[in-house]
Nanobody, 123 residues
Framework: VQLQASGGGLVQAGGSLSLSCSAS????????MAWFRQAPGKEREFVAS????????YYADSVKGRFTISRDNAKNTMTLQMNNLTPEDTAIYYC?????????????????WGRGTQVTVSS
């Protein structure tokens, strides 16, 4: 399975971006999915996850209320809508497919990873 993340870019603080993750085939439809991010010099951190059926979502405290994760299993895609961005959101954002049906907060719970898309928020 190949994952392709897109939608990153440069935005001013307070702005919005929408990230998209597409899977090469249907493997992810029974699995949880998530977004992680990694800033320079920092460890990869959990951002948001969604269960296989899209009925439950989970967010890191730092993005709660600003980011929204969603998925469309028919199209093998997942989206992260990011609003009210701050410079602290600057990072490479990665999408991932979980080992199971939920979306754990640790990277070890994920089987497939996309290459990542850069998000830069200027102050």
């Amino acid at each position: 399975v190949q994952l392709q993340a897109s939608g990153g870019g440069l935005v001013q603080a307070g702005g919005s971006l929408s990230l998209s993750c597409s899977a090469s085939r249907r493997t992810g439809s029974n699995n949880g999915m998530a977004w992680f991010r990694q800033a320079p010099g920092k460890e990869r951190e959990f951002v948001a996850s969604i269960t296989w059926n899209g009925l439950s979502t989970y967010y890191a405290d730092s993005v709660k209320g600003r980011f929204t994760i969603s998925r469309d299993n028919a199209k093998n895609t997942m989206t992260l809508q990011m609003n009210n961005l701050t410079p602290e959101d600057t990072a490479i954002y990665y999408c991932a497919v979980a080992l199971g049906s939920t979306g754990p907060v640790v990277p070890s719970g994920y089987r497939y990873w996309g290459r990542g898309t850069q998000v830069t928020v200027s102050s």
